[in-house]
């Protein structure tokens, strides 16, 4: 984990339905970072990355366009310590 953090975004806008979650996986295995993303129940999508704060700033860009069919309007980001809790970057889903 040594120079790893961790950020943490909310991505708002048409970015459900349109491969925004899988798209995200892609970029983030790209990147070699860990993680999850997922739909949230209002419309948005949460990601939760790990790795070196160069790749996670790769992926911060990045979500701010998202997939051809997106319309992001706003990410709330925010970085912070790594917890290692996360072995690959995968697709989860809210219970």
């Known amino acids: ?3 790893n953090q961790r950020v943490h975004m ?10 925004f979650r899988d798209s995200t996986r892609r970029v983030a295995l790209e990147n070699n970072l860990t993680g999850i993303v997922r ?3 209002d419309g948005s999508v949460e990601i939760i ?3 070196p704060k160069n790749e996670l700033e790769r ?8 997939p051809p069919s997106a ?6 980001v925010k970085f912070s310590e790594a917890t290692g809790e996360y072995s ?5 889903y809210r219970s």
């Open 1 to 3: 984990m040594d120079n």
């Open 71 to 76: 319309i992001v309007n706003n990410v709330d």
């Open 39 to 41: 739909n949230l129940m």
């Open 10 to 19: 909310i991505v708002h806008g048409r970015v459900q339905g349109v491969f």
């Open 59 to 66: 992926l911060v860009v990045w979500t701010h366009k998202g």
């Open 49 to 51: 990355a790990e790795g």
């Open 88 to 92: 690959t970057f995968s697709i989860t």
